[in-house]
């Protein structure tokens, strides 16, 4: 069971199927997925598929609002050969998205660093790695936010929406550069 992490306005958790409704209800927005590189979700069997499949993996959590006790969006941490990079086993690839309505409200930057305090203090990883595709500047500031550094930039690499090839900026932390800045 993966340890649950909390933050001053958050909780994180894994993902139960009775998530499915608050997945749905920010999963289907079309300014949510597609900038990301996965599919709108078109009903609530759509979101919890996901649910069962994809956020079962170790180390992804809902990102829950204190305030409501429900989801708003999502952070998941890859360690080594589970990654999208296929890292090494002390380095890990950080993902995220948020709903919406929680938009500009430093919600996901906040989620991260925790995961990056977690990632470092608790799991000993020596590096992590953000990607984002070109144009999702709201990833690429939660990325700055947070202290990552652009590395390089990667061209035509598939996404989750099938036939779709997209750029991405590769971002990287390591834990002397955590350090110094936490």
Same mark, same amino acid.
């Given at each position: 069971?993966?340890?649950?992490?909390?933050?001053?306005?958050?909780?994180?958790?894994?993902?139960?199927?009775?998530?499915?409704?608050?997945?749905?209800?920010?999963?289907?927005?079309?300014?949510?997925?597609?900038?990301?590189?996965?599919?709108?979700?078109?009903?609530?069997?759509?979101?919890?598929?996901?649910?069962?499949?994809?956020?079962?993996?170790?180390?992804?959590?809902?990102?829950?609002?204190?305030?409501?006790?429900?989801?708003a969006?999502s952070?998941?941490?890859?360690?080594?050969?589970?990654?999208?990079?296929?890292?090494?086993?002390?380095?890990?690839?950080?993902?995220?998205?948020?709903? /919406? =309505?929680?938009?500009? @409200? #430093? %919600?996901?930057?906040?989620?991260?660093?925790?995961?990056?305090?977690? $990632?470092?203090?608790?799991?000993?990883?020596?590096?992590?790695?953000?990607?984002?595709?070109?144009g999702?500047?709201?990833?690429?500031?939660?990325?700055?936010?947070?202290?990552?550094?652009?590395?390089?930039?990667?061209?035509? /690499? =598939?996404?989750?929406? @099938? #036939? %779709?090839?997209?750029?991405?900026?590769?971002?990287?932390?390591?834990? $002397?550069?955590?350090?110094?800045?936490?």
């Open positions: 069971m993966d340890k649950i992490l909390e933050t001053k306005r958050l909780i994180l958790r894994p993902w139960k199927e009775e998530d499915a409704e608050d997945l749905f209800k920010y999963a289907s927005h079309p300014d949510v997925g597609p900038i990301a590189g996965w599919p709108v979700h078109k009903s609530v069997e759509d979101s919890l598929f996901v649910i069962q499949n994809v956020f079962n993996k170790p180390y992804t959590y809902a990102v829950v609002l204190k305030e409501t006790n429900c989801p969006g952070i998941g941490l890859m360690i080594g050969q589970d990654s999208n990079i296929k890292l090494p086993d002390n380095e890990g690839e950080i993902g995220y998205w948020i709903g /919406v =309505p929680y938009w500009g @409200q #430093g %919600l996901i930057p906040e989620a991260t660093k925790e995961l990056i305090r977690f $990632a470092f203090e608790e799991l000993k990883l020596q590096k992590l790695w953000c990607g984002y595709f070109v999702n500047d709201k990833s690429k500031r939660v990325a700055e936010k947070c202290g990552f550094k652009y590395v390089e930039t990667k061209r035509d /690499v =598939p996404c989750a929406i @099938q #036939g %779709l090839l997209r750029d991405e900026h590769i971002t990287s932390l390591s834990y $002397a550069e955590w350090s110094a800045i936490k």
